[in-house]
């Protein structure tokens, strides 16, 4: 086995994920926090890695009283400007939010509560 592979598994596995903070024009950070915008495209001068974490801060000339945190989930330089990374999305969702297109598992209990109530009845 390769121990070059070996030793990069294992500083990945050690290594602390960075904070990066990122001015986010209001178009791309609403885009972001309605769920429609899943990826970033950035210089790549801050040695983005997977599992990194990006605070997008609402920026338009100045700083508006927003921001969002995503993590950084794969990144790719395929057919990108030099220097240039696109970097696939996840947005972190506080305790009392809830996705809009996601399913919380609260849904889920009261759809198999649901469907008890329903088989219940038929039988």
Do not use: C
């Amino acid at each position: 086995m390769d121990n070059t592979l070996l030793k990069s598994e294992s500083n990945t596995k050690l290594k602390k994920n960075a904070i990066h903070n990122i001015k986010t024009l209001p178009e791309y950070y609403n885009a972001v926090e309605s769920g429609v915008k899943t990826f970033e495209i950035r210089k790549n001068d801050r040695n983005y890695q997977v599992g990194d974490f990006l605070n997008l801060h609402k920026w338009d000339g100045e700083y508006l009283d927003e921001s969002q945190t995503v993590e950084i989930t794969y990144i790719t330089d395929y057919e990108q400007a030099p220097g240039y990374v696109v970097m696939s999305i996840v947005r972190l969702f506080d305790e009392n939010e809830t996705p809009n297109n996601k399913v919380t598992v609260q849904d889920i209990r009261d759809q198999l509560g649901t469907l008890k109530k329903l088989i219940g009845d038929i039988v």
